[in-house]
């Protein structure tokens, strides 16, 4: 079903280039590096890890929540990227990656700050 309905996605949109005089082309490319690398989140240790050496390994969390017991970091991976070449002289570009995966990270501390667990939410990483 998802890819039925990426499948049209991409139709409609290529169908509508077309129209305004532009061909899409898939370009291959590295996906973007994660925010937060495998060998960062291993330092990070459930019943070992305070806030303080999470802040110092991860940076800063881009949420925090219930009086600082859950901290939450997002990031975006793109893969690939679509490249629109337009039919008549003028400039064309990069429109938008293939592929994007939200990854968001939730940690959750107890009362004295210690880290007690770290999950992915949503897509996952």
Request: aromatic share 8%.
């Amino acid at each position: 079903m998802k890819t039925f309905a990426l499948r049209r996605a991409a139709t409609l949109v290529t169908v509508s280039l077309l129209v305004t005089g532009c061909i899409l082309v898939p370009v291959p490319t590295p996906a973007t590096p994660p925010r937060l690398s495998s060998e960062q989140l291993a330092q990070i240790t459930e019943g070992l890890a305070s806030r303080d050496s999470v802040a110092s390994t991860l940076g800063a969390p881009d949420l925090r929540r219930a009086d600082d017991r859950f901290w939450i970091y997002h990031w975006t991976v793109d893969r690939g990227m679509w490249f629109a070449i337009p039919l008549l002289p003028v400039v064309g570009g990069n429109i938008g990656p293939l592929s994007s995966k939200q990854v968001i990270l939730v940690l959750k501390f107890d009362e004295g700050g210690v880290l007690r667990s770290k999950e992915f939410a949503g897509a996952g990483g």
